[in-house]
């Protein structure tokens, strides 16, 4: 079935510290994993997306990198700010949707 | 500039009382999503047209209904809303379906139901 696991669902960490978000999928054929950061009371934004072909991407603070074996992928944040405080969504795309994990509320402590 | 347009931002109605949520887009992408986000969940997708071809999902309630006028305007029309119905109603846009486009959000309409 359509299923995207999340972990942690919180995550506090230091200022400066980094963060690690982990997600599973359950369809092999999936072939395409975007992180969507989501602060409160505003639109979820796309903050990087991954394709089946690569198996790590980079911008800046942010990482992403892809097991397509043991259907998993997970989202790198170095050098935590603040700002970077909000609700974390993975997701991987089904057929013509995207199913969405449960969230991770990331804390950066000051 | 928004590029998916979202009005209201929030939207009181009444029990059984019809609403129409609205989404407009400049992108001029093919596709548009409905979702329903509940207070610390996850966006659930809720159905999408692909230019005018509509789909639902099958655990949408008939309650649920959609148009799609033109490339630029999406509406979610819930015809008799219940308590449960309350939520954050997200529209989101992509430039096709085959090619795993981004989606686009729009900042949504909060609806509370009286």
């Known amino acids: 079935g359509e299923n995207v696991e999340q972990h942690p669902s919180t995550l506090s960490v230091q200022e400066g510290d980094s963060a690690v978000i982990k997600c599973t999928y359950s369809?092999?054929?999936?072939?395409?994993f975007p992180w969507y950061k989501q602060e409160l009371g505003k639109r979820p934004q796309l903050i990087i997306d991954?394709?089946?072909?690569?198996g790590e991407k980079k911008d800046q603070r942010i990482a992403v990198t892809l097991n397509k074996t043991a259907k998993h992928f997970s989202l790198h944040i170095t050098e935590t700010q603040p700002e970077d405080s909000a609700v974390y969504f993975c997701?991987?795309?089904?057929?013509?949707?995207?199913?969405f994990g449960a969230g991770t509320i990331l804390r950066v402590k000051s | 500039d928004a590029m998916v347009i979202q009005n209201p931002r929030y939207q009181v109605t009444q029990f059984g009382k019809p609403v129409t949520l609205s989404c407009s887009q400049t992108?001029?992408?093919?596709?548009m999503y409905w979702y329903q986000q509940k207070s610390s969940q996850a966006p659930k997708l809720l159905f999408h047209?692909?230019?005018?071809?509509?789909?639902n999902e099958a655990d949408t309630p008939d309650n649920f209904q959609s148009r799609r006028p033109n490339t630029s305007f999406c509406f979610l029309d819930i015809r008799s809303p219940g308590l449960g119905d309350a939520a954050m109603y997200l529209c989101?846009?992509?430039?096709?379906?085959?090619?795993?486009?981004?989606?686009?959000f729009g900042d949504g309409t909060r609806l509370s139901i009286l």
């Open positions: 989101a846009t992509s430039r096709d379906l085959a090619d795993n486009q981004p989606q686009h």
């Open positions: 047209y692909y230019d005018k071809d509509f789909n």
């Open positions: 369809d092999s054929a999936s072939n395409y």
């Open positions: 992108l001029n992408h093919n596709v």
């Open positions: 991954i394709r089946s072909n690569v």
């Open positions: 997701a991987a795309k089904y057929g013509n949707k995207l199913v």
